[in-house]
């Protein structure tokens, strides 16, 4: 909440020209709707939610579908948003949208 200053007494948020809302920095799209948009691309990828709060974001994969990597049937990421990143470097999304 701003202080009451002659300016912008008797306003509320975002009617001074600020917002009390965080603004979006950056063009990326927001990692839920990645993931939305990923799972519907490719429905044979399972992405689980961490089980409790030291563990990752994880990706079950098709065998020999990690390059570099052919007995790897999990992905993992501390944050979803690096795990899209990873998803997305093997499996690209057709419209280029990330």
């Not at 799209?29 to 939305?36: A, N, Y």
């Not at 519907?40 to 065998?63: E, G, H, M």
Request: charged residues 20%.
């Amino acid at each position: 909440m701003h202080a009451a200053t002659p300016a912008n007494k008797g306003k509320a948020a975002g009617q001074d020209g600020t917002s009390a809302r965080p603004r979006l920095v950056g063009r990326k799209v927001d990692p839920l709707i990645r993931r939305q948009r990923f799972e519907a691309a490719y429905p044979q990828v399972t992405i689980l939610p961490p089980a409790t709060l030291n563990s990752r974001w994880l990706a079950v994969v098709p065998p020999c579908s990690v390059p570099g990597d052919p007995t790897a049937t999990t992905l993992s990421g501390w944050q979803l948003e690096d795990l899209m990143d990873r998803l997305e470097q093997i499996w690209p999304l057709q419209d280029g949208l990330a």
